[in-house]
């Protein structure tokens, strides 16, 4: 018996120990690190550091340069996040019928996962880049102008995040029995209807779980930013990753550090936050 | 009891209409790179219009992405540091997935539990201590910098473990008695069972290998390590003239991951509703 | 020295308690079965007799050896489940060949495998299935495999975790006879878990009883059905269940001795005479050993159920609804018609009201 609880003690923790020694090292080490690199200051050349304690959280969480990204980060994942689950809801729902060659449409309105941030930002650079971009008049996406540049980041956001959203959106619709729509129709509910009173509590689960990854997805927004504004015009477009990115230099390590405590924190409360708001309006089957 | 307000085949009409307009704003983006990666640049951008349809056509632009773009080497290195990736996770996976379904082992709920917490710490929360401590093992620029700190994830060993644990008990028992122990169990009925599930992953894991780009922009300075991703990067600093050449490398650097899309769509989204969808 | 022995089980699970306190032999070369109801524990048993479960308390033997510490594995067991439990992705072949793949030994190479596994599907009429996959097979087929698979190590003992339950009646009963003369001829020890009791009566050579987690009776087929140890028994045994009534048993000097019931008065012979005049008892009575008669118990049809040889009759006799077998042909028997019933005083069973155990006989 006790040869047993041992050998498998062995077994378990020996099977385990590739994945923790990865996450030890690489998730939990430099969390705590983290936390206490923003206890320090480094010097420039990061070979001496110097106690400054919890000051340095309060001042730069409470500092311009945290609120400003996080101010610019939180408007991505606004213009992002509820734009792009409707637009998800409104694709799904268009290629959810039996109709010859839909499969065709189901791809390409899927494909857009297949474009990584850089591709994308690449994509829309050729669509909006001031000088050489192919639509001259960009509207509302300006990247040249400080205050609406952050409308092109958000598009390439929307854009890509399209395809998940379809795919998700649409096993959702999927899932919904045929048999209950079926009895929809019998109790005289038009296709109007019979989505917003059927088909649509039914999927609440399916949206809240991509409204929660996509606003995490979006408040970690980086790549599009380093390849299509690199931050600018004059830091309009620095998100909170892009400047704790800049921030590897030992001289603003302190600060990063914090920031970057910052954003695991905001991360934690944002999609708890969501989770719990939305969830009470999510109707799960039986 | 249903009546219908215009006779079918027009409502089909309209649907097509509806499909086909939508289709096209979503591919308008991917069109027009196209035609910037293919079009003569200099008659595409100064010739007045800019026409939505490429002009003086270079179909050799591809193959100047990987000569005059670096292209080449920057797909041995993602292709090299996404094989390494996807290889580990799926070994450090499926081991730790069948340790939680098939082992009782002590902690074994709590080790779950700290294994699933590393989700709340994705590459943007720790980047500035694990670029450190690869700049401390001076691992930059290197294959074990680009591959070491992914060679697990808490996703895959979630998706894995659940495919696991749907193998019925009375198989589990049946190998027993057959004189299976754990190893050979695994080889032999766990991972044949639930090829499926770890097939999604798989897929998950190379998408995510492949397009990765704040890592590698973080402990990479040498262009010659460049992947693939990084080197789009490029672009945005290009000359009109030389704008094709980067585009036709973004084009590029999609063309794998649309390949697998189109050949795997099943898995892909199998992973992606695995959290999301019930039944 | 027996083939089987539980010495002192209990198993707990929780606060339930699933098996308590089991002591349980079985000879070699018997066909056991573990015979009771949804719950009885009797799966449980199977189980752990196969080392898939560990008991709390008490210890279990296969031959000479304690076998409480040692893995399933190396139990020399082998089980055929419910479910069949085949590898779904295997051949036929591969699956009947897994058992000798897990225990590896040096006479064990690939050619002598190949063999075993061949002559095994020859026997139990495979060979043309050997390359198909489990999901192309039929219930029958299945089953079959099932068997193959656990008889081609000859291990000591095969355990059978209600393996026709899943067939339909006509393939039942069929698969019953072939199971029986696969005992014969193997030779080995059997323990096959079942609720049905016509599978226990008609394959048996010792069943074992149990409710609750508790043993009831172990004994032959013929003894569990002429002699049931309590009322449990005798009413698991037997289709339709024995009828039951409370009655008074009255000693006559004379030995002429009767049972009172509420139905009327029936004669029981000196069985019980070593039993107190007056004592309250519990009257069992077959319906097989109820026939119609001219003199007896007056008893009312309420309903019939005609089965072509036999005709099965649902009566008010006194307060209670009495089935009987009748099987000696002719009209259906409409309800509303008056009888009398009557059986010999041999075919009467005596049990305590209270604890439902059989009364104790004297001996004749």
Known sequence: MRSRRVRNALAGYGLLAPALFVFAAFSFYPLWRVIWLGLHEQNRTGTNQRWVGVNQYTDVLTGEEFRGGLWITAQFVLLTVPIGVVIGILLAVAANRRLRGIKVFQVIFSSTIASSTAVTAVIFFVLLEPSIGYLSDPWIFDLLDPDRAIFAVALTGVWQNLGLTFIITLAGLQAVPDDILEAARLDGFGPIRSFARVTLPMITPTLLFLSVALTVFGLQAFAQIDVLTGGGPAGATETLVFKIFNSQEPRQLGEGSVMSVGLFLVTGTVATLQFWLLERRVHYAN | MQTDAAPGWVRNVAWYVLLTGLAAAVLFPIWMTIVRALS?????????????????????????????????????????????????????????????????FPFKRTMFAVTMATLMLPIEVTLVANSRTIRELDWTNSFEGLTVPFLASALGIFLVRQGFLAVPRDLRDAAALDGYGHLRFLWRVAIPIT????????????????????????????????TIQIGLRAVANSTADQLNVGVAAALLAALPVLIVLVLFQRHIVRGLTAGAVKG | MSAISFNGVTKRFDDTVAIDDLTLDVGAGEFLVLLGPSGCGKSTALRILAGLEQATTGTISIGDRVVNDIDARNRDVAMVFQS?????????????????????????????????????????????????????????????????RAIVRRPAVFLMDEPLSNLDASLRAQTRAELVELHRSLGTTFVYVTHDQVEAMTMATSIAVLDEGRLQQTGDPRTIYERPANAFVARFIGNPAMNLTPGELKLGADGQHFVHTAGGTVAVDGRWAGLADGQDVTVGIRPEHLTIADQGLPATVLSAEWLGYEQILNVRCGDDLIAVRESDGGELIGSGTNLRLSAHAADIHLFDPSTGLRLAEAST
């Open chain 2, 195 to 226: 090829r499926p599930v770890i097939a999604a992953f798989v897929v998950l894991s190379f998408l995510a290998a492949w397009n990765s780009y704040l890592w590698p922009r973080a402990i990479t300075d040498d262009s010659d390590w460049n």
């Open chain 3, 84 to 148: 069949y439990a085949l590898y779904p992705h295997m051949t036929v072949a591969k699956n009947i060949e897994s058992p000798l793949i897990g225990h590896h030994s040096e006479d064990n190479d690939k050619q002598s495998r190949r063999e075993m596994v061949e002559s095994v599907a020859a026997r139990l009429g495979l060979e043309s299935l050997l390359d198909r996959k489990p999901g192309q097979l039929s219930g029958g087929q299945r089953q079959r495999v099932a068997l193959a």
């Open chain 2, 40 to 104: 003569n640049p200099i008659t595409w951008s100064f010739d007045r219009g800019q026409p939505p349809y490429p002009v003086d056509i270079e179909w050799d632009v591809f193959g100047r992405a990987f000569d005059e773009a670096s292209f080449g080497r920057q797909l041995a290195v993602s292709a090299t540091v996404t094989l390494i990736i996807v290889i580990g996770q799926m070994v450090t996976s499926v081991l730790a997935a069948y340790a939680f379904a098939f082992v009782d």
